[in-house]
C-alpha cells in the first residue's frame, strides 16, 4: 500500500489525517481508492479526468511526468502537492 501525504487544506475530508495508507498500482487507482475511503477527495485532485491545476502528484519525491497513468510501486509515498503562491 501506498501512504499518502495529505496536504493541511485537505485533511478536513481525510479525518484530520496527515498520512493514510491506500491500495493502487497507479496513481489513478490511489486516487480513486483514496476517494473510496475518503468520500470527495478525488474532486479535489481530479478535474476532467486530470491533476488539477494548482496541484502536483509526486511518487517517492518525484513529480510524476505521466499524470494519474504513473505506476506505484508498493510501500511508495505519494504526496499531493499543491502550488506555493507569492513572489
Known amino acids: 500500500m501506498a501512504k499518502v501525504f495529505v ?3 485537505m485533511r478536513k475530508m481525510s479525518d484530520d489525517l ?17 476517494d473510496q ?5 478525488k474532486a479535489l485532485i481530479v478535474e476532467n479526468d486530470k ?3 494548482g496541484l502536483q502528484l509526486a511518487i ?21 502537492l499543491p502550488a506555493l503562491g507569492g513572489g
Request: proline content about 10%; glycine content about 8%; cysteine-free.
Open 7 to 9: 496536504p493541511a487544506l
Open 18 to 34: 496527515h498520512v493514510v495508507d491506500v491500495p493502487g498500482k497507479t496513481l489513478r487507482e490511489v486516487v480513486n481508492n483514496l
Open 37 to 41: 475511503q475518503y468520500p470527495g477527495m
Open 51 to 53: 491533476v488539477r491545476p
Open 60 to 80: 517517492d519525491g518525484l513529480l510524476s511526468a505521466t499524470g494519474l497513468m504513473a505506476q506505484v510501486p508498493e510501500e511508495a509515498e505519494v504526496h499531493i
